[in-house]
């Protein structure tokens, strides 16, 4: 049965963090975490909440069991540090005109009996065609720890925008233009191969 993809709803919220949770990489050594992709950030059931009321969560699923989950999140309501910093750099780099013309992309998380199966590329397909309209870019931040979901965002096609350190840790900013992944090209569906990780929020 091929993967579809939705914006998800109430009754997907403990779903949702189950899934988060799991891609922390909690009991990895550094070099797993690297390799396998992991997740940072707080989220519980006030700040799904928060996200679903601005710009969404999207899920992809199959036979009713949930594959993946991409959140977004509208600059309005980001968190300081990372977050922040990550649209800064956006506006520095002219993106945008202004911040509200730009959308957070991310943490995205995969479930591991589903990657490989370009989940990811459909998830950004499904964010796009709900926020193309609306901004001009989305915007994302990885830490440069995270071997595996700075490769998946380079095999994607998205830019490197900036670079930015918070404490010891360093990040990489990526971007992509809205209408991006839109339209899926001739002879692919949504079930077809492409990498697939996680990256942080």
Known sequence: MAISTRKAVLADRARVLALIDSAR?????????A??????????EHKLA????TTGIYVAEEDGQIAGAALTSATSVIDEGPPRL???????AGLASSADRLY???P???????RGRGVVRSLLRAVDANLSERFD??????????DK????????GMHEVAEFAVADRKYTVFSFASGTFCDPPAGSSSSSSSSSSSSPS
């Open 86 to 92: 990550t649209v800064d750099a956006a506006l520095r």
């Open 137 to 146: 870019h989305g915007v994302l931040f990885v830490e440069q720890s995270n």
């Open 104 to 106: 957070l992309y991310g």
């Open 35 to 44: 390799e396998q992709g992991f997740v940072q950030g707080h989220f519980d």
């Open 50 to 53: 928060s996200i679903e009321a």
């Open 108 to 114: 995205v998380v995969v479930d591991r009996a589903f």
């Open 149 to 156: 979901s700075l490769a998946v965002h380079r095999h994607l």
């Open 25 to 33: 990489g909690d009991g990895l050594s550094a070099l797993e975490r």
